[in-house]
């Protein structure tokens, strides 16, 4: 299961969570978190090998088209309809270090802004080829792309008129369970991102901008797909070398 | 002036939202042919060294109504107390079992299902044992920031007692919302987000 990490493994436990930079539980805003947000207190601790330690995957795992989703539902020979665009980055983690061997899943809607889902209600039609998953292991050097349609937005029952930006979610694994983590991409310069009570339930406004990728003129194929960038930075870790008990380094 | 601590900030989380089984578990929701299996459905092989048990349970929000889009993901120790990890520095752990499960809460009940081992005992920082756990990891719509937990067994009454984080709960009555009910090999986990009997959820 892990040909994945071939850095030198790391015992320290993570950071803590910056609970004023993340979305609280109960954000009013986006209703579905008023029934679902605990309101007791969280449990603090220092992570324990429990949370230090995590599933790692290897790229064997991965599927020839994993990281194609113009095509990895399509018939031989067919694509996806949609604006083609790929998705690349880096995952690192808060020290700055990249993040080797972390698998990162997306799922999104078709270009139309409709999921395949049979509880989705939204009109706009299903495209045959899309199906609207895929996932990728970063390198050696944190690095990932892959290759889909732009999402449309689409409305949501939430307040009478919301509307969703044009979002990829993402999840991610690091090397420890703490790292564990979803979160949504967005693309630069759509003014709806601004409007979305889910972009909303978080408060620092350079929280959200760290959510929207720039468009990367530089990586865009000719002829091909326009490409836009996305980084994704999990936990840090202490050095074991601060820790009473020595270990590892 | 002083240097520039030059630190990252995580990437803020955001809800997984009503369509996370697409993406973690497509073939559980019909979108068969992008992937053989869906990660995380089978934990053991015959291979797999320890005693098998079941855990099934619910998610429940604050009315007691139980998430059919929620998706609940455990990772824990092999049964000599060894996790699959490469940060796991004091032992080779069993390469039949991988830990990590994952589960979607679907259907007409919204019950996962693990079929697993029961773990052994891993320890603390201090080095004092931990009672036997599974660590859980839950995320829905409506759920912002992913929720930590952790399941300890009924059946393990003196090593709980001893456990370095169920003595941190403070208000004692809910160290239950911790343990599992049933007995060997079937065990019920039920996790309630909000309420009464709310579950103790951890920043770790
Ligand atoms: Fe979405």
Not at chain 1, 46 to 70: Q, Y
Not at chain 1, 76 to 83: F, V
């Amino acid at each position: 299961m892990s040909d994945g990490a071939k850095q030198k493994p790391e015992t320290g436990a993570f950071f803590p969570r910056d609970r004023n930079w993340h979305a609280p539980a109960l954000t009013p805003g986006y209703k579905t978190s008023v029934l679902r947000s605990p309101q007791k207190a969280l449990l603090s601790l220092d992570g324990t090998i429990s949370e230090i330690t995590g599933p790692v995957f290897g790229h064997s795992m991965l599927g020839e088209l994993d990281n194609d989703l113009i095509h990895n539902f399509a018939k031989p020979g067919e694509s996806a309809i949609g604006e083609r665009i790929i998705i690349h980055g880096r995952v690192l983690d808060e020290r700055g270090r990249a993040v080797s061997g972390a698998l990162l899943e997306f799922w999104q809607a078709n270009a139309g802004g409709r999921y395949r889902h049979k509880k989705e209600s939204y009109l706009a039609a299903l495209d045959p080829n899309f199906g609207g998953c895929g996932r990728a292991i970063t390198d050696e050097e944190g690095f990932y792309s892959f290759r889909t349609i732009k999402p449309g937005p689409y409305p949501w029952p939430n307040g009478v008129n919301d509307w969703r930006p044009a979002h990829i979610h993402f999840s991610v694994f690091g090397h420890g369970f703490a790292q564990r983590l979803i979160t949504q991409m967005y693309f630069e310069g759509d003014p709806m991102i601004w409007k979305c009570p889910i972009v909303n339930t978080i408060a620092d406004r350079r929280a959200i901008e760290q959510l929207i990728a720039p468009l990367d003129w530089a990586n865009t194929i000719p002829m091909d797909a326009r490409a836009y960038k996305f980084d994704i930075i999990l936990r840090g870790r202490r050095s074991t070398l601060f820790e009473n008990r020595m270990e590892g380094n | 002036m002083v240097q520039a601590l030059d630190y990252l900030k995580e990437t803020a989380s955001q809800t997984a939202g009503p369509y996370v089984h697409i993406g973690l578990t497509p073939n559980f929701c019909g979108i068969g042919g992008v992937y053989d299996t869906d990660l995380g459905t089978t934990m053991v092989s015959e291979r797999t060294l320890g005693e098998r048990i079941t855990v099934i349970g619910r998610v429940l929000d604050g009315t007691g109504t139980p998430l059919k889009d929620a998706l609940v993901e455990i990772w824990q120790a092999d049964a000599a107390g060894l996790y699959n990890s490469p940060s796991e520095l004091r032992g080779a752990a069993d390469p039949a079992f991988s830990g990590w499960g994952r589960c979607p809460t679907g259907g007409e009940d919204g019950v996962f299902r693990f079929e697993t081992i029961k773990p052994g005992r891993v320890p603390f920082k201090d080095g004092r044992p931990m009672a036997p756990h599974i660590t859980f990891w839950i995320v829905a719509r409506g759920i912002n920031v992913g929720l930590h937990t952790r399941m300890y067994f009924p059946d393990e009454a003196e090593a709980n007692a001893a456990d370095p984080l169920l003595l941190r709960v403070e208000h004692r009555h809910r160290v239950a919302t911790l343990v599992a009910t049933g007995s060997a090999p079937n065990y019920i986990f039920d996790i309630h987000l909000q309420g009464e009997k709310e579950t103790v959820f951890l920043d770790i």
